[in-house]
């Protein structure tokens, strides 16, 4: 593990047992109202992009804690791991855009929350890659720490707003 990754893995320990849970949550929070998501045009394709995001925190931290991670090797996996989140999320954003029912401010308002995450997971990789650890792995983990908040802010969707 590169020096750099050796300063935070108290907090990768700490964000990859706090996002699983979260993950778990998440998915319980799902199949409590699973008919009423599935009949939604756009329910569905945003719970995927809110797991997706949580499971890129949550291997962000796991490969954060493996030992002999170089710096460059580690930015790779987060851009890697990123990329499949973001392919999640660009779903969910395209399935949004369709959604004729609500209002443009709506459907930005529901797609932004998932691309910050992801943004800063990306950011985060780069600039590990082209040499600023100290501010990649920052940018990695505010990516964790706003994956989070979005993932609470669906789980209160899922559990509470689709019954409105």
Aim: aromatic content about 4%; glycine content about 10%.
């Amino acid at each position: 593990m590169s020096e750099a990754l050796e300063g935070w893995s108290d907090f990768n320990v700490a964000m990859v047992g706090a996002t699983a849970a979260l993950a778990g949550l998440l998915i319980v929070a799902m199949s409590v109202n699973i008919s009423t998501i599935m009949s939604s045009a756009t329910l569905p394709a945003r719970a995927a992009s809110a797991i997706a995001a949580l499971v890129l925190a949550i291997v962000a931290g796991a490969l954060g804690l493996m030992p002999g991670q170089t710096d460059v090797t580690y930015g790779l996996e987060i851009l890697l791991a990123g990329a499949v989140a973001a392919a999640f999320h660009l779903h969910a954003m395209r399935v949004i855009a369709r959604e004729d029912r609500v209002s443009a401010a709506d459907r930005f308002g529901k797609s932004i929350l998932g691309v910050i995450p992801i943004a800063a997971f990306l950011v985060g990789g780069v600039l590990i890659l082209v040499g600023t650890g100290a501010a990649g792995l920052v940018a990695v983990a505010l990516g964790s720490l706003l994956a989070v908040i979005a993932a609470i802010v669906m789980a209160w969707v899922m559990l509470v707003e689709v019954l409105r």
